[in-house]
């Protein structure tokens, strides 16, 4: 099977799946609507209905083989979608959107509080849903529901972050999970030392000889056993992370979120308050209109590190669809190769931890294990 044949196969697959999941809703929404009216028709007392209403959903899930609490959800999402964002409905008959992604956005219709954020979701949402992975979908609504009702979402975020802490669950392997609920900004300062001190240890053990073998997960694993049960980590190892803002935002005219490198929104009085520290480093960026940084064009083959620095803040992660590596685990790549006449330049540049020319014009699919 060609290539462009295999597409146009997947689409349609792709295409009947959700149709079906959508008739599969519609008919848990209709049956269970038509249900509940009748009772609520009835002269029995409050509690024989809701008893009743109960059975409804018991009944749905036993003709469907599901769960009574996927019926309760295909019940409230649907409202919620047909109520907020009928767009978005009107994409899913079609079968533009599947199940998991309807259920992204009415999570995030449900959050939103506006009809004006609710008009915003509905007309940006589909396109964007469509074309994306759930992955990529869920982190774009984190960041669109951040910037619509940016006091609503702040107000989430300080009550989420009063039930911080630390857990941990053994497993019958001799392993245990150690779990640490943080804000975001702070769990990939976290990160982000980690991935430092792991880069930073030695490949030959200085006093044996033996060459270090462990994986960058087991090494990063080690450190975190070491700093916690001992009084003092590396000294030379620092967190640093990165956070845009805008400029009204940072000094307080208003209130939108800052975003991490790989997008993830931030409260703008955290940003403010890491802004004031003696170690904070400003940079401007220049934006255009829609928020993508201004192109800029190198009249050789190597990025220097401004423009570097510029795409990573535009990519934030890897841009192969569907994967959503860190963009420091990354290369920049030209799409059109240079020797083929590819320029240098923002529009010619992304961030990619599987793609390197391979010096014939074109580009093989590659995975860059360690940098």
Same mark, same amino acid.
């Given at each position: 099977?060609?290539?462009?044949?295999?597409?146009?196969?997947?689409?349609?697959?792709?295409?009947?799946?959700?149709?079906? /999941?959508?008739? /599969?809703? /519609?008919?848990?929404?209709?049956?269970?609507?038509?249900?509940?009216?009748?009772?609520?028709?009835?002269?029995?007392?409050?509690?024989? =209905?809701?008893?009743?209403?109960?059975?409804?959903?018991?009944?749905?899930?036993?003709?469907?083989?599901?769960?009574?609490?996927?019926?309760?959800?295909?019940?409230?999402?649907?409202?919620?979608?047909?109520?907020?964002?009928?767009?978005?409905?009107?994409?899913?008959?079609?079968?533009?959107?599947?199940?998991? @992604?309807?259920?992204?956005?009415? !999570?995030?219709?449900?959050?939103?509080?506006?009809?004006?954020?609710?008009?915003? *979701?509905?007309?940006?949402?589909?396109?964007?849903?469509?074309?994306?992975?759930?992955?990529?979908?869920?982190?774009?609504?984190? @960041?669109?529901?951040?910037?619509?009702?940016? !006091?609503?979402?702040?107000?989430? @975020? &300080?009550?989420?972050?009063?039930? @911080?802490?630390?857990?941990?669950?053994?497993?019958?392997?001799?392993?245990? $999970?150690? #779990?640490?609920?943080?804000?975001?900004?702070?769990?990939?300062?976290?990160?982000?030392?980690?991935?430092? &001190?792991?880069?930073?240890?030695?490949?030959?053990?200085?006093?044996?000889?033996?060459?270090?073998?462990?994986?960058?997960?087991? =090494?990063?694993?080690?450190?975190?056993?070491?700093?916690?049960?001992?009084?003092?980590?590396?000294?030379?190892?620092?967190?640093?992370?990165?956070?845009?803002?805008?400029?009204?935002?940072?000094?307080?005219?208003? #209130?939108?979120?800052?975003?991490?490198? !790989?997008?993830?929104?931030?409260?703008?009085?955290?940003?403010?308050?890491?802004?004031?520290?003696?170690?904070?480093?400003?940079?401007?960026?220049?934006?255009?209109?829609?928020?993508?940084? *201004?192109?800029?064009?190198?009249?050789?083959?190597?990025?220097?590190?401004?423009?570097?620095?510029?795409?990573? $803040?535009?990519?934030?992660?890897?841009?192969?669809?569907?994967?959503?590596?860190?963009?420091? /685990?990354? !290369?920049?790549?030209?799409? =059109?190769?240079?020797?083929?006449?590819?320029?240098?330049?923002?529009? #010619?540049?992304?961030?990619?931890?599987?793609?390197?020319?391979?010096?014939?014009?074109?580009?093989?699919?590659?995975?860059?294990?360690?940098?």
């Amino acid at each position: 099977m060609s290539w462009s044949r295999a597409v146009v196969t997947g689409d349609a697959v792709r295409r009947a799946r959700a149709v079906a /999941e959508f008739e /599969e809703w /519609e008919f848990v929404a209709s049956f269970h609507a038509k249900r509940t009216a009748e009772i609520d028709r009835t002269d029995e007392i409050p509690l024989s =209905k809701d008893l009743a209403r109960r059975e409804v959903i018991l009944e749905l899930a036993r003709a469907l083989h599901v769960t009574e609490h996927q019926v309760w959800a295909m019940v409230s999402e649907s409202a919620t979608v047909a109520a907020r964002v009928p767009g978005v409905w009107q994409s899913f008959r079609d079968g533009d959107l599947d199940a998991v @992604r309807v259920t992204a956005i009415a !999570d995030t219709a449900e959050r939103l509080e506006t009809p004006q954020a609710w008009a915003v *979701l509905e007309a940006s949402a589909p396109e964007y849903a469509a074309t994306h992975t759930i992955a990529e979908l869920r982190a774009w609504l984190r @960041r669109l529901r951040a910037r619509l009702e940016p !006091d609503e979402a702040e107000a989430e @975020r &300080a009550r989420a972050v009063e039930q @911080r802490r630390v857990s941990i669950t053994h497993n019958d392997d001799g392993t245990s $999970w150690l #779990n640490a609920l943080l804000p975001t900004g702070l769990a990939i300062a976290v990160g982000e030392r980690l991935r430092r &001190a792991a880069k930073a240890l030695p490949t030959v053990d200085p006093e044996s000889g033996e060459r270090d073998r462990r994986t960058r997960d087991q =090494k990063q694993a080690d450190l975190v056993a070491d700093w916690l049960t001992s009084c003092t980590g590396p000294g030379d190892i620092r967190a640093e992370i990165a956070v845009s803002i805008h400029a009204t935002d940072l000094i307080g005219l208003t #209130n939108g979120p800052g975003l991490t490198l !790989d997008g993830e929104p931030v409260g703008a009085e955290w940003v403010r308050e890491l802004a004031q520290s003696e170690h904070a480093v400003f940079r401007r960026l220049v934006l255009d209109p829609v928020g993508e940084v *201004l192109d800029t064009t190198v009249l050789k083959y190597r990025p220097p590190e401004s423009l570097r620095q510029a795409l990573r $803040w535009r990519d934030g992660t890897c841009r192969v669809v569907g994967c959503r590596a860190p963009v420091h /685990e990354t !290369d920049l790549d030209h799409a =059109k190769a240079y020797d083929g006449g590819g320029a240098t330049t923002g529009s #010619n540049l992304t961030s990619s931890k599987y793609i390197i020319q391979n010096g014939t014009g074109t580009s093989s699919w590659t995975h860059i294990i360690e940098r």
